[in-house]
């Protein structure tokens, strides 16, 4: 089963070198969030469902620099990265189900 690697404090410009080439899939989320922890039980599931993403989970608190520097309103929020650009985004203030999360990495690429 797939294990989300946890970004560390960063900013935008590091973020941006950390992940290179290729396609990921950041998730935005904090220890406290109820729709984080509610969606957190399916993440492996989805990560099994999508090899062909790299899985990053950012924490809010950890990280509010990055979250101001990628205008990231609410938490849980799924941003996709292609070769260092941003592709596709699932931020809404709703709580997001695994069906959901699934449907907008379908409609990726």
Known sequence: MATMEKIPVMSK????????????????????????????????EIEDDFPEYKFLQVDRDQNLELFKELNVMGIPSFIFFKDDQEAGRLVNKARKTKEEVEEFLRKLD
Do not use: R, S
């Open 13 to 44: 410009q590091e973020l941006m070198d950390h992940l290179g080439d290729g396609q990921y899939v950041l998730e935005f989320m904090a220890e406290w969030c109820p729709d984080c922890n509610f969606i957190k039980p399916h993440l492996p």
